[in-house]
């Protein structure tokens, strides 16, 4: 069994450590958590099972690292303290783990990552024999092997469209929701993840990838924004009231130019309530949020995936396949070679000895 340690258990890390208990070549080994009111609960506890898993959490870095565990699934934030997600990381590859996470965006592409993000991972994997795979944002998978499998499909292939839509009334992380995507903030506040080039940061690794399998070189990557606001105030379920006339909608594309033309791109469309900007799209079900992949060309293909966790909730469900992708991807990590990869080198498997076995 592949022992392994799931650290950070918010939104993220919840979903980690049922798909680790849920693997049948995984064992939980330890669970890591900075918030001391969680150190000392039990992982099933934490991970929203019904049972417990005999594994307490811990914020005992050192002794988890020195057990030596084959794998870590790194769930603590990224994107608020990326220097302090990049030396825990760094620490476990050195400690020879295959480390798994979705909290760094600049490597997601690693082959054109920067060198500050880059040179400290190589050397930590020459040191300890460790991996790193990193993968997750709109999920991961739906910006980069849904995508380019589909593709396969067409015969002529004139742009590739890549959505994520959704009703973040629905995401748990209120912090994100208001001040770096801005919603229910005044129209001239300016959301950090909507400040020209941030979307190329996280999101161009995804269509440089694509363009990479798919042969094709950039001219650029651009992008493009627009927001509409709340005509009347909403009131959420977990994040309180958002008054009328702050941002409601945000909806923003970024493109991978090809020739002269928008051939990879993608596109979100997010709202605090389904009210705000109906015009645009929405998922095909009516409900909270779609991934959804558009193939233009001949003929036009379309995929929409909408996932449900955590009782009907579609960023959990989202959360919970972007998890899915780099859990599922341990085992075959675990066999390959140490090094730093990308979801273009890692296979998406199918569910192999997982079908119809019993979770706690
Ligand atoms: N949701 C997705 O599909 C997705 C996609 C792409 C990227 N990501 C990235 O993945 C990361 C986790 O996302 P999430 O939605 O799970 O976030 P989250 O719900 O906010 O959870 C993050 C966890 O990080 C830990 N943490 C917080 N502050 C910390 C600190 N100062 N030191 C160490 N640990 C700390 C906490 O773990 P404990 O509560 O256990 O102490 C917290 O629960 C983020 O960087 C996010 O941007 C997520």
Redesign the pocket.
Known sequence: MISTVVW???????AAIRAVEAHPALKLASV????PD?VGRDAGD?GGLDCELGVA?TDDIDAVLAAGPHAVVY???????PD??LD?IVRAVRAGAVVV???L?PLYDQRNAPAEFRDPVLAAIADGSGSLFVS?????WGNDVLPLLISGLGSTVDAIRCQEIFDYSTY??EH?VRYLVGMGQPMDYEPMMLLPSIPTMVWGGQIRLMARALGVELDEISETLERRPLDATVTTRTMGEFEAGTQGAVRFEVQGIVEGEPRIVIEHVTRIHASCAPDWPTPPGGGDGAHRVIIEGRPRIEVSVEATDEGENR?AG??AT??GRLVGAIDWLVDAEPGLYDALDVPLRPAVGKLGRKQP
């Open positions: 950070g258990t918010g939104n993220v890390g919840r890591l958590v900075h918030n969680k934490l959490a769930a603590a934030s990224g994107d608020i303290r302090e997600a825990d996470t979705p909290a965006y997750g944002v709109d999920p991961g748990e992380q994100s960023s989202g959360n972007a998890v």
